[in-house]
């Protein structure tokens, strides 16, 4: 079901994409600047032309957050800390 939902995001992603950056003057703390939106491409592997490829990047980051991953608990610290 994660798959389904990555896969649909991904066909998507011009539409997301814009709409966030619509969104960069609304003052969300998450959405300030254009890395935000980078950081959004990156996750959804705009650049991979190979879904297959795609899908394993987001499984191992899907792992690497499932694990609990060090790297992932200090992302969540900083949101945290932000508000």
Known sequence: MCE???RILRRHSNLLLTL???MLPSGL???????DLEYV???????QTDEED???YF???FNEAYNGAWT?????????FRR
Not at 41 to 47: P, Q, S
């Open 4 to 6: 389904d939902a990555y």
């Open 41 to 47: 491409r990156k996750t959804l592997a705009v650049e």
């Open 72 to 80: 992932t608990k200090i992302d969540w610290f900083a949101h945290w």
């Open 59 to 61: 499984n191992a980051k």
């Open 29 to 35: 703390p998450e959405l300030t600047c254009v890395g």
């Open 54 to 56: 795609a899908l394993n």
């Open 20 to 22: 966030l950056a619509m």
